[in-house]
Each structure stands twice: as structure tokens, then as C-alpha cells.
């Protein structure tokens, strides 16, 4: 299995509370994803990674923010939740991008935003 | 990105073959066929994938029509474990390794 670790797990916070949600990734891989997974909707992406302090915005980036200092951990961070992002988070990692890439994911993180 | 078209579900009786079906009547000469699965409170997991030809690993097999219209993955023989949310996804070499996630299907294995 693919070294990736999500913290925290779970976590329960307050609308208008900043949060944050780390990936930490032992396999140097240079891509990094974060997706978000809610009810009829499957997984969709919110930014991803191409390199330390180079990131871009996926789909649903509104309300996010990222940042990646070193190559093993790509931070994801809510400025202030609201309970529309009450969701599951999916962190990936890729050495290389194509059509014959793979992705590999991470736990996930359930967050629940009262 | 083309689309592809899934049944929403599918039922199989443990230790028997599966088919899954995949549509994908949009493709480009350049997209990969990818197949991901996710095991029920887990994150997604890499299955299989293939450009033209005909694919086998340890975990499944795929199937590749002549005209690349549709796909099938096949397990070959169903376990309980092998009970999960399967997603057909086309990635093209040019884009930013985004994976595109449909709704796939569900696959119930029954002992």
C-alpha cells in the first residue's frame, strides 16, 4: 500500500471555524489531490499539486485553500466552514501525470460542520 | 473529458464471474481507460487500466471493444470482499491527472 496518511480522521467543528486537514505522503511522489465526497455527487476535485508550492484549483475550490511547503504533506485548509462542506475529504498522490497514471488515496478525513 | 455510462448496480453470487459494463461512446484516440473501486468507508483503489488492448493483473481483467466504445471489467471470481462501488473513468495523457468520478456501480456479491 501506497504510504499516505490523513489527519485528523475525523473531526467535528463549528460553522465559521478555520480548519484544516493534512495529508502526509511517504512515497515522494511529486502530484498531490485533494477530492471531496459527498451523496450522489462521487468523488470531486478541490485543488491539487504539481510540486512543492505549485498548486491549481480543481472543480469545487470555492471556500478551500491549500498549500505545500515540502514535498510530503499538502495541507487543505476550510478559511471558515460552512456546513456545506460537511463531507468526507480523499487525499491522492501520483508520481506522474498521463493517461497511464495512478492514483493512489489516502483513508479519508469525515468532517462534520455544525 | 468524455463520459462514460455505468449501471447503477450489479449482483453476483460469490465465486463467480462478474461483468461490469462501461459506455464510453465519446472516447479520444489518446484516453486511457481507467477502473477504480472503493470498498465501503475506504478511499478509492487502483484496479486496472488499458489504452487499446486487452489487460490482466492480479486483481481483474479488462476487456476492450475493437472500437473503443465500451469496456468490461471482469472479475473472475467474486468474493465478498470484492463488494464495492467500481468507477470507470477516461484519462487523457494531456490533462493534470484529475480523475474525473462518475456515479459507478455498486456491486453486491451474495454468498
Known amino acids: 500500500d501506497a504510504g499516505i496518511t490523513q489527519s485528523p480522521r475525523h473531526k467535528v467543528t463549528e460553522t465559521g471555524t478555520p480548519v484544516t486537514l493534512r495529508c502526509h505522503q511517504t512515497?515522494?511522489?511529486?502530484?498531490m489531490y485533494w477530492y471531496r465526497q459527498d451523496p450522489g455527487h462521487g468523488l470531486r476535485l478541490i485543488h491539487y499539486s504539481y510540486g512543492v508550492k505549485d498548486t491549481d484549483k480543481g472543480e469545487v475550490s470555492d471556500g478551500y485553500s491549500v498549500s505545500r511547503s515540502k514535498t510530503e504533506d499538502f495541507l487543505l485548509t476550510l478559511e471558515s466552514a460552512t456546513s456545506s462542506q460537511t463531507s468526507v475529504y480523499f487525499c491522492?498522490?501520483?508520481?506522474?501525470?498521463?493517461?497511464?497514471?495512478?492514483?493512489?488515496f489516502g483513508p479519508g478525513t469525515r468532517l462534520l460542520v455544525l | 473529458d468524455a463520459k462514460t455510462t455505468q449501471p447503477n448496480s450489479m449482483e453476483s453470487n460469490e465465486e463467480e464471474p462478474v461483468h461490469l459494463p462501461c459506455n464510453h461512446s465519446t472516447i479520444s484516440g489518446t484516453d486511457y481507460i481507467h477502473w477504480y473501486r472503493q470498498l465501503p468507508s475506504q478511499g478509492p483503489e487502483y484496479v486496472i487500466h488499458g489504452l487499446t488492448s486487452n489487460v490482466n493483473n492480479r486483481m481483474a481483467s479488462l476487456a476492450i471493444a475493437e472500437d473503443r466504445k465500451s469496456s468490461t471489467l471482469i472479475l473472475h471470481r467474486a468474493t465478498l470482499r470484492d463488494a464495492a462501488v467500481y468507477y470507470c473513468i477516461l484519462k487523457n495523457y494531456g490533462n493534470t491527472g484529475k480523475l474525473i468520478f462518475g456515479q459507478g456501480t455498486t456491486l453486491q456479491v451474495k454468498p
Open positions: 491522492a498522490i501520483s508520481d506522474r501525470t498521463g493517461g497511464g497514471e495512478t492514483q493512489y
Open positions: 512515497e515522494n511522489h511529486r502530484y
